[in-house]
C-alpha cells in the first residue's frame, strides 16, 4: 500500500477532535469537518466557545487548515480520524447515533487504499462490530482490503496542562501490521510522547475503557469509604493523605464524578458484558455508589444550611461553581446540576455563579439560569455559599454571605 501524500481529516470538532485537527496540521495538510454549522462559522471567526484550545490556537486554525461542515470538501483526503461524541442516552444506555452517522456519511466518500483511525471511545467489538459493517455497505467495498481502519483511543484530559494531547502514550492499532506501521509512522511525527501498538482493534478498545473504569471504581471505593469515616468521625481528606503515604496506595479522594468520560465510559461496558451475559457486578456497583454520592452531599448540605440558619423567612444558597471540574466551562454531565436538583426539593432559593460555562449551553442542557458575571450576583444575603468547584477564578468572587464552605466537608 503506496500513499504519496498525507491529506487528513478530522470528523467531530469538540473537545476531542479540535486539539486533534491542531496537533496534526502542524505537520500535515488538514481539514476538519463538523456537522454543525454553527461551530464552523464561529472557529472561523476565531471563537471555540468550548475552550478546547487556547485564543491564538483558534485564530490560527483556518490559515493552517480547512474548516467545514460539508462531507465533499473532504473527499479528497486519504487519512480520516473520527472524534465524534459517543454520550449514553436518558436510560444510561450507549448512544452511538452520532458515530453511526458519520460512518454513513464518511462511506459515500472514501476511496479505495484510503485509512480510517477512530478515536472516540466505544466498548470492545464496536469498530469492527458496528462501524466497518456501515463503511463497507455504503462504499460497497471491503476493509482490510480496499480502505482500511484502525483504533487510537483518545486520552485528552482537559484542563489538565501537565499530561497535554503530544505528550501523552498513544495507543494504535490498525487490520494488519502495514497499515498499524503506517498509521503510527502518521502519529510519530506529532506526537512526543511513545507510540503503543496494541495488537488488534479490540484490545485497543477495552485499554481505553479499562482505564476509565478503574478511575471510576477507585473513586467509588473512596466515596464509599468516605461515608464509613464519617460515621466514624474521622475526616475522609486527611485519612487519605495519610495512607497515600506509602508508596503503593493510590490517593483518590471522594468526589462527585461527572464529566464525558468516567461517568459515561463504564456504562458502554455494562451494555456489552451483559450482551455477552457476562457480569460486572464491580463495574455496576460502583456506578451505583457514584451517582449516589450526590443524594448525600445534598442531603448533609441542606441540614447544615438549616442548622445555621437563624431568622425566618427564605432558606438561600449561593452554590459558587458548575462545570464537572475545576478551572474549564465543560459541564457535560456534571453532578452540580443534580445537586441544584436536588437541593431544590426543600432550600427556598439557589443561584449558581461560574464564570468559565456558557449560560445558553446551560439553559439548554439542564433547564438553569446559570450567572456567569461577577456584576450578576444578587446583592442579598445568602445564609450559606457552597464551594463546589475550585476555579482559581473564584478566589476573588465579591458576595454576601453568613458563611462560606467547601463542599469536601460534606463528602
Same mark, same amino acid.
Given at each position: 500500500?503506496?500513499?504519496?501524500?498525507?491529506?487528513?481529516?478530522?470528523?467531530?470538532?469538540?473537545?476531542?477532535?479540535?486539539?486533534?485537527?491542531?496537533?496534526?496540521?502542524?505537520?500535515?495538510?488538514?481539514?476538519?469537518?463538523?456537522?454543525?454549522?454553527?461551530?464552523?462559522?464561529?472557529?472561523?471567526?476565531?471563537?471555540?466557545?468550548?475552550?478546547?484550545?487556547?485564543?491564538?490556537?483558534?485564530?490560527?486554525?483556518?490559515?493552517?487548515?480547512?474548516?467545514?461542515?460539508?462531507?465533499?470538501?473532504?473527499?479528497?483526503?486519504?487519512?480520516?480520524?473520527?472524534?465524534?461524541?459517543?454520550?449514553?442516552?436518558?436510560?444510561?444506555?450507549?448512544?452511538?447515533?452520532?458515530?453511526?452517522? $458519520?460512518?454513513?456519511?464518511?462511506?459515500?466518500?472514501?476511496?479505495?487504499?484510503?485509512?480510517?483511525?477512530?478515536?472516540?471511545?466505544?466498548?470492545?467489538?464496536?469498530?469492527?462490530?458496528?462501524?466497518?459493517?456501515?463503511?463497507?455497505?455504503?462504499?460497497?467495498?471491503?476493509?482490510?482490503?480496499?480502505?482500511?481502519?484502525?483504533?487510537?483511543?483518545?486520552?485528552?484530559?482537559?484542563?489538565?496542562?501537565?499530561?497535554?494531547?503530544?505528550?501523552?502514550?498513544?495507543?494504535?492499532?490498525?487490520?494488519?501490521?502495514?497499515?498499524?506501521?503506517?498509521?503510527?509512522?502518521?502519529?510519530?511525527?506529532?506526537?512526543?510522547?511513545?507510540?503503543?501498538?496494541?495488537?488488534?482493534?479490540?484490545?485497543?478498545?477495552?485499554?481505553?475503557?479499562?482505564?476509565?473504569?478503574?478511575?471510576?471504581?477507585?473513586?467509588?471505593?473512596?466515596?464509599?469509604?468516605?461515608?464509613?469515616?464519617?460515621?466514624?468521625?474521622?475526616?475522609?481528606?486527611?485519612?487519605?493523605?495519610?495512607?497515600?503515604?506509602?508508596?503503593?496506595?493510590?490517593?483518590?479522594?471522594?468526589?462527585?464524578?461527572?464529566?464525558?468520560?468516567?461517568?459515561?465510559?463504564?456504562?458502554?461496558?455494562?451494555?456489552?458484558?451483559?450482551?455477552?451475559?457476562?457480569?460486572?457486578?464491580?463495574?455496576?456497583?460502583?456506578?451505583?455508589?457514584?451517582? $449516589?454520592?450526590?443524594?448525600?452531599?445534598?442531603?448533609?448540605?441542606?441540614?447544615? $444550611?438549616?442548622?445555621?440558619?437563624?431568622?425566618?423567612?427564605?432558606?438561600?444558597?449561593?452554590?459558587?461553581?458548575?462545570?464537572?471540574?475545576?478551572?474549564?466551562?465543560?459541564?457535560?454531565?456534571?453532578?452540580?446540576?443534580?445537586?441544584?436538583?436536588?437541593?431544590?426539593?426543600?432550600?427556598?432559593?439557589?443561584?449558581?455563579?461560574?464564570?468559565?460555562?456558557?449560560?445558553?449551553? $446551560?439553559?439548554?442542557?439542564?433547564?438553569?439560569?446559570?450567572?456567569?458575571?461577577?456584576?450578576?450576583?444578587?446583592?442579598?444575603?445568602?445564609?450559606?455559599?457552597?464551594?463546589?468547584?475550585?476555579?482559581?477564578?473564584?478566589?476573588?468572587?465579591?458576595?454576601?454571605?453568613?458563611?462560606?464552605?467547601?463542599?469536601?466537608?460534606?463528602?
Amino acid at each position: 500500500m503506496i500513499v504519496k501524500e498525507i491529506k487528513i481529516a478530522i470528523i467531530g470538532l469538540g473537545y476531542v477532535g479540535l486539539p486533534v485537527l491542531s496537533l496534526f496540521s502542524k505537520k500535515y495538510k488538514c481539514w476538519g469537518l463538523d456537522v454543525n454549522k454553527q461551530r464552523i462559522q464561529k472557529l472561523l471567526g476565531g471563537i471555540d466557545e468550548k475552550g478546547a484550545l487556547s485564543l491564538s490556537m483558534v485564530r490560527d486554525l483556518p490559515e493552517k487548515c480547512r474548516l467545514t461542515n460539508s462531507w465533499s470538501d473532504i473527499s479528497s483526503c486519504n487519512f480520516y480520524v473520527i472524534t465524534v461524541p459517543t454520550p449514553i442516552d436518558s436510560n444510561r444506555q450507549p448512544d452511538t447515533s452520532s458515530l453511526e452517522s $458519520a460512518c454513513r456519511s464518511l462511506s459515500v466518500i472514501i476511496k479505495r487504499g484510503d485509512i480510517i483511525v477512530f478515536e472516540s471511545t466505544v466498548y470492545p467489538g464496536a469498530t469492527e462490530e458496528l462501524c466497518i459493517p456501515i463503511l463497507e455497505n455504503g462504499c460497497k467495498m471491503k476493509s482490510n482490503h480496499d480502505f482500511f481502519v484502525g483504533y487510537s483511543p483518545e486520552r485528552i484530559n482537559i484542563g489538565d496542562d501537565e499530561h497535554g494531547l503530544a505528550n501523552t502514550p498513544k495507543i494504535v492499532s490498525a487490520q494488519n501490521e502495514e497499515v498499524l506501521e503506517m498509521i503510527c509512522g502518521i502519529y510519530h511525527e506529532v506526537f512526543e510522547a511513545k507510540i503503543v501498538k496494541a495488537s488488534s482493534i479490540k484490545t485497543a478498545e477495552a485499554a481505553k475503557m479499562y482505564e476509565n473504569v478503574q478511575r471510576d471504581v477507585l473513586i467509588a471505593l473512596a466515596n464509599q469509604y468516605s461515608e464509613y469515616c464519617r460515621v466514624e468521625g474521622v475526616n475522609i481528606m486527611e485519612v487519605t493523605n495519610c495512607a497515600s503515604t506509602k508508596w503503593n496506595f493510590a490517593a483518590v479522594y471522594p468526589g462527585l464524578v461527572g464529566g464525558h468520560c468516567i461517568s459515561v465510559d463504564p456504562y458502554y461496558l455494562i451494555a456489552r458484558a451483559k450482551e455477552r451475559d457476562i457480569a460486572l457486578n464491580l463495574v455496576e456497583t460502583a456506578r451505583f455508589l457514584n451517582e $449516589a454520592k450526590v443524594k448525600h452531599v445534598a442531603r448533609r448540605i441542606t441540614k447544615y $444550611a438549616r442548622q445555621k440558619k437563624t431568622k425566618d423567612g427564605e432558606l438561600k444558597i449561593l452554590i459558587l461553581g458548575f462545570s464537572y471540574k475545576r478551572n474549564i466551562g465543560d459541564i457535560r454531565n456534571t453532578k452540580i446540576a443534580d445537586l441544584i436538583a436536588i437541593l431544590s426539593m426543600s432550600i427556598d432559593k439557589i443561584d449558581c455563579f461560574d464564570p468559565l460555562v456558557n449560560k445558553e449551553e $446551560a439553559k439548554k442542557q439542564y433547564g438553569l439560569d446559570i450567572i456567569t458575571s461577577m456584576s450578576d450576583i444578587p446583592k442579598d444575603e445568602y445564609d450559606l455559599a457552597i464551594i463546589t468547584v475550585k476555579h482559581n477564578c473564584l478566589n476573588d468572587v465579591n458576595y454576601n454571605a453568613k458563611m462560606t464552605i467547601n463542599i469536601d466537608e460534606f463528602l
